[in-house]
């Protein structure tokens, strides 16, 4: 029941949805927009220096989206969505971390908190077993 | 990342990771003051363990080398929060100032010591008890929030902010690192023995179940009894780990292939397992001739009485009631009364059994303990009463909501003539 070293396959992957105000960033100047990204990005080169950084991107705004579905038989496109609430998804961070402690230590350092932004904090569904099935299923189609 | 390191090295770094994380972990929480930059620090010390080692070696004591690497990662983390925190300058000076003076405290009592503070401090009675139990198992025996979250049916979600709230309240209660005063001692250790028996507890009692992580939770508690034992062995500590071993010695005889439980006078003996049994005494026997015992050493000797009778008739039943008699007397619980009561049957029959049970629930404490209730019908069916025994079972039967209980209940009533 021991975890591993990061480094070691011991870890478990944690999708970090960072959420913003948009009003609030677009009413920054200049200086102090810089002085957050520097910081954010400090701290994540940090978090690749030692392992925990497992991807991430940032995100455009939502009004540049577009959404797919499925309607009458067809697919579907509109814009956005336009999101309604103040709070935007601003980017992704997928982070290695051992449990869900050591992910909630490692983001509540994360120099973007300070900013007024969040952060939501998810484990990555292990879908190996679901998928092995699927395989399984898959295959005694095409064998018949 | 280092990108090549040779395989031979990662089985070395993994298995110092096994083995001294705990250790590290321990000590970094006391110089540090903190055991969430300790247990980063600790982190970082390993990864750099692994882009450093390739070219320059494994030291030739590498438990040294990582604290002291862990202490200078602690120092950096520190200065970056300091930038947009100032509350961390401070602590950066103090960690700077008390400098290499750390290397030189490098003996191996200091580092016993050290896991023993960890354990204090995780069971400091000024934690509520569930987050005692979580932090404990997460930074003593070094389990994921998951693993623990799994163990008692909660959410990882929730697991993970008890460790945090927990954390964060030894942090703002100065809560510090170290061995308790004589004076403290007794209760202090009360606190972690109360940790360390409802984490075996929540495993035993799933036991019969098909939940075998929650099983293994009567392992990690044994382990952490036989540390607790090693780095403080006061007889209720030695008490606590003997009755943990001779409960577990019944583990395999208690549940049948199909999960159902078995009751004690109906298991059969060889399967108990000798060797735990022998253990289990042997601390017993150390814990009574302190004359200094208390609640746990009276409990493991009851279970030792038990260990050693060939069969439930052959069972010393007047040592087993005088036992009761002593546990009572240091922890007057509406529960030892009802197991005296039941071992009052055993010597005296059924009748004065009952007796003593009614008495019991008399005081209305037990009057929604299921236990009570099955073992009052037991009663009832061992006088041949069959009316009041179903209804006594089927009042327990409403109490329970475990699958395993519930369905030996189940089949208690149908055996019923």
Redesign the interface.
């Known amino acids: 029941?021991?975890?591993?070293?990061?480094?070691?396959g011991g870890t478990?992957k944690y999708i970090c949805l960072g959420y913003y105000d948009k009003g609030k960033f677009d009413g920054m100047t200049e200086d102090q927009r810089n002085a957050m990204f520097d910081?954010c990005f400090?701290?994540d080169d940090?978090l690749?220096?030692?392992?925990h950084w497992a991807g991430g991107e940032a995100l455009q705004p939502s009004e540049t989206a577009l959404t797919l579905h499925w309607k009458n038989g067809k697919v579907a496109t509109t814009d956005g969505p336009y999101a309604e609430t103040k709070e935007q998804l601003g980017g992704i961070l997928v982070l290695e971390a051992?449990?869900?402690?050591?992910a909630?230590?490692?983001i509540a350092?994360h120099?973007a908190l300070?900013y007024g932004n969040s952060f939501e904090i998810r484990?990555a569904g292990d879908m190996s077993e679901i998928i092995k099935q699927s395989e399984q299923r898959r295959r005694k189609v095409t064998a018949r | 990342?280092p990108q090549n390191?040779p395989e031979e090295l990662?089985r070395i770094?993994?298995t110092l990771?096994?083995s001294e994380s705990g250790r590290i972990l321990a000590t970094l929480a006391r110089l540090l003051g903190d055991l969430?930059i300790a247990?980063?620090a600790m982190?970082?010390a390993?990864?750099a363990a692994?882009s450093v080692w390739p070219t320059s070696g494994v030291p030739d004591n590498p438990r040294p080398w990582l604290i002291s690497t862990a202490r200078f990662k602690a120092i950096d983390?520190l200065r970056?929060?300091a930038?947009?925190?100032a509350s961390q300058d401070e602590l950066v000076r103090y960690l700077e100032a008390r400098g290499s003076s750390v290397e030189g405290s490098e003996e191996e009592d200091t580092i016993e010591d050290d896991r023993l503070r960890l354990i204090f401090t995780c069971c400091h009675p000024s934690l509520p008890l569930e987050a005692r139990v979580a932090l404990t198992l997460?930074e003593v025996?070094?389990?994921?929030?998951?693993?623990i979250?799994k163990a008692f049916l909660t959410t990882?979600?929730t697991?993970?902010q008890r460790?945090?709230r927990a954390k964060a309240k030894i942090r703002d209660s100065s809560i510090r690192y170290e061995v308790p005063s004589p004076q403290q001692l007794p209760e202090r250790l009360d606190a972690v023995l109360q940790v360390i028996y409802l984490v075996f507890n929540e495993g035993y009692s799933a036991a019969a179940g098909a939940k075998v992580t929650r099983a293994?939770l009567t392992g990690?508690a044994i382990r952490l009894g036989r540390l607790v034992s090693e780095l403080l062995p006061e007889p209720e500590v030695l008490g606590l780990l003997s009755l943990m071993l001779l409960q577990e010695s019944r583990r395999v005889a208690r549940t049948s292939q199909t999960g159902e439980l078995i009751l004690l006078e109906n298991q059969v003996r060889s399967l108990w397992n000798q060797e735990q049994i022998a253990e289990g005494v042997a601390l017993l026997e150390k814990a009574l001739k302190s004359h200094r015992f208390g609640s746990y050493t009276l409990q493991a000797a009851i279970a030792a009485v038990h260990a050693e009778a060939e069969s439930v008739a052959m069972t010393d039943w007047r040592q087993i009631v005088a036992l009761y008699d002593r546990l009572l007397q240091i922890q007057p619980s509406p529960v030892v009364r009802l197991n005296r009561a039941v071992a009052i049957a055993m010597r005296d029959g059924p009748e004065a059994g009952l007796a003593h049970i009614d008495a019991v629930l008399a005081h209305g404490e037990l009057a929604n303990y299921y236990l009570a209730h099955s073992a009052r019908a037991e009663m009832y069916r061992r006088l041949g009463r069959t009316t009041e025994a179903r209804s006594s079972y089927g009042k327990a039967l409403e109490l329970t909501q475990q699958e395993p209980e519930r369905r030996f209940l189940q089949e208690r009533i149908r055996q019923l003539k």
């Open positions: 029941m021991q975890a591993l070293p990061t480094q070691y478990i910081l400090e701290y940090h690749r220096a030692n392992g051992r449990d869900m402690n050591h909630v230590q490692l350092q120099p300070t484990p | 990342m390191v990662s770094i993994e990771y096994r969430e247990e980063e982190h970082e390993f990864a692994l983390t970056r929060r930038r947009f925190d997460r025996c070094r389990l994921a929030t998951e693993e979250a990882p979600s697991l993970a460790i945090v293994e990690e």
